[in-house]
C-alpha cells in the first residue's frame, strides 16, 4: 500500500532543490528552483512550501544548499539562525535543523556540503516512511467505523495535511488515502481554513486522488458535527506539547470543541518531529502572526485564467491575524503517530525519553 506523491513536493536537483508552489494551487502546478539561503527562506516564509513536516523538510534543503556556496562555520551558523526565523510555530523545522546541526557541526567543512544533502535527502524519505505508518495506524480508526454502519465514512478535517503537506502520502490524510487504496468508502468533508484557504489544497489533492469529499464554509463544521453528518475529525499539528496539548491551523480548536459538543471522536496526526517534549503545555507554544493582507485580500484566477488579487477591505483596517490555535488535550481522543496511536497524556509510552530526548 505505498503512496506516490503525484508530484514531489520537493526533490534534490543537483545543487538546488526543486519544490512545488503552493501559493499557486489549486490553480496552476508550477515548480520553483531554490538556489540559494534566501529563496528558502522565502518559500518557506511566503508558503510556497507550507505544512510541518515539508516546512522541516525544506528547511534541510536549504542548509545543504547554503553549505554548497560556502561551508564555513559562520555560513552554517548563519542558515541556521536565517531558517529558524522563518516561520515560529511549526517545531519540524526546529528538529530539521538540529539534526542538521549535530551532524554538520562535527565535520569539518570540506565534509559539509555531500553530508548535508545526503542529511536532507534522509529527512524527505524517513517523512515518506512515517505518513506511511501513520496512515496504517490511522487505518484502523477509519476500519473500525466503517464495520460499524453502512455508507462511507464521513471524515472531517481542517487546513491540509495531505500528501503537498509532507514528503510523503500526508498525516491526516494518509488514513483517508489508506481506506481508499482498500477500498473502503470514505466521505471527506474539508473546510475551506480562511484566511489561506489551504482547505482547497485538500480538496485539490482529495479530487485528483479520486476520494469522494465536499467543500464546506469553515463556519458550517458546527453544524455538521451537530446533525450527526461526521464520524471522526482527523487534523494535522503543528507542534505536540508534552501533555498532548495541539497546535494547528486557527480554527481547529473550534472544530474540536463542537466535536466534543456533539460526541464525535477527534483525533491528531502528527509524526515524531511534530512532538516537542521541551514544551510542557500549549500555552507555552510560539502562535504565529500573518500579515493583515491574508484576511484583507483574496486571491482567485479570472475568466482568462490569470491569477488575481482583490482587496476586500481598505488596506488600513485593523487586522488580528493568529495563524494557529492550540487544542487542548481534552479535547483530544488521539494522537496518530508514525508507532501507534497514543491517549494525548501518554504520548511518552509511544516515545520514551531514551527515544526522543526533551
Ligand atoms: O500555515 P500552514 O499551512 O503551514 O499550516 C499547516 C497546518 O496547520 C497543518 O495542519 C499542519 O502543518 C500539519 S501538515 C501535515
Not at 33 to 56: C, F, K, N, Y
Not at 142 to 147: P, S, V, W
Not at 176 to 192: F, K, P, T
Request: contains cysteine; proline residues 6%.
Amino acid at each position: 500500500m505505498s503512496f506516490k506523491q503525484p508530484i514531489p513536493t520537493i526533490r534534490r536537483d543537483g545543487d538546488r532543490a526543486v519544490i512545488l508552489d503552493q501559493t499557486l494551487l489549486p490553480h496552476r502546478t508550477e515548480l520553483r528552483h531554490l538556489s540559494s539561503l534566501d529563496d528558502v527562506a522565502h518559500a518557506i516564509r511566503s508558503m510556497q512550501v507550507r505544512g510541518a513536516p515539508l516546512i522541516g523538510a525544506t528547511a534541510a534543503y536549504g542548509v545543504a544548499i547554503a553549505m554548497t556556496h560556502d561551508a564555513g562555520d559562520r555560513a552554517l551558523e548563519t542558515a541556521l539562525e536565517v531558517l529558524a526565523a522563518t516561520r515560529p510555530t511549526a517545531v519540524n523545522l526546529h528538529w530539521a535543523l538540529g539534526r542538521m546541526a549535530a551532524r554538520l557541526l562535527a565535520l569539518a567543512p570540506v565534509a559539509r556540503v555531500a553530508a548535508a544533502w545526503d542529511e536532507a535527502e534522509a529527512i524527505r524519505l524517513e517523512d515518506m516512511e512515517t505518513c506511511a505508518a501513520i496512515g496504517r495506524h490511522g487505518l484502523t480508526l477509519i476500519e473500525a467505523l466503517a464495520a460499524r454502519r453502512p455508507g462511507p465514512v464521513r471524515v472531517m478535517t481542517h487546513c491540509n495535511a495531505g500528501w503537498v503537506a509532507t514528503c510523503g502520502a500526508g498525516t491526516a490524510l494518509a488514513p483517508v488515502y489508506a481506506a481508499h487504496a482498500r477500498g473502503i468508502a470514505v466521505e471527506v468533508l474539508v473546510s475551506e481554513t480562511r484566511p489561506r484557504n489551504q482547505g482547497l489544497l485538500t480538496a485539490w489533492e482529495l479530487r485528483e486522488a479520486g476520494v469522494a469529499h465536499s467543500l464546506i464554509a469553515d463556519n458550517a463544521a458546527g453544524l455538521l458535527l451537530a446533525r450527526g453528518e461526521v464520524d471522526l475529525v482527523i487534523t494535522g499539528a503543528d507542534r505536540v506539547a508534552a501533555n498532548g496539548d495541539s497546535a494547528n491551523k486557527i480554527g481547529t480548536y473550534l472544530k474540536a470543541l463542537a466535536a466534543q459538543d456533539a460526541g464525535v471522536p477527534f483525533y491528531i496526526a502528527a509524526p515524531f518531529s511534530t512532538l516537542d517534549f521541551a514544551c510542557p503545555a500549549g500555552s507555552a507554544i510560539p502562535i504565529e502572526d500573518r500579515d493583515a493582507d491574508e484576511l484583507l485580500c483574496v486571491n482567485g484566477v479570472d475568466a482568462d485564467g490569470h491569477l488575481r488579487q482583490l482587496r476586500q477591505a481598505p488596506a488600513d483596517t485593523a487586522v488580528r491575524n493568529p495563524a494557529f490555535d492550540v487544542t487542548p488535550a481534552r479535547l483530544i481522543r488521539g494522537i496518530v503517530t508514525e508507532r501507534g496511536i497514543a491517549a494525548p497524556g501518554a504520548l511518552r509510552e509511544l516515545y520514551p525519553a531514551e527515544d526522543v530526548p526533551a
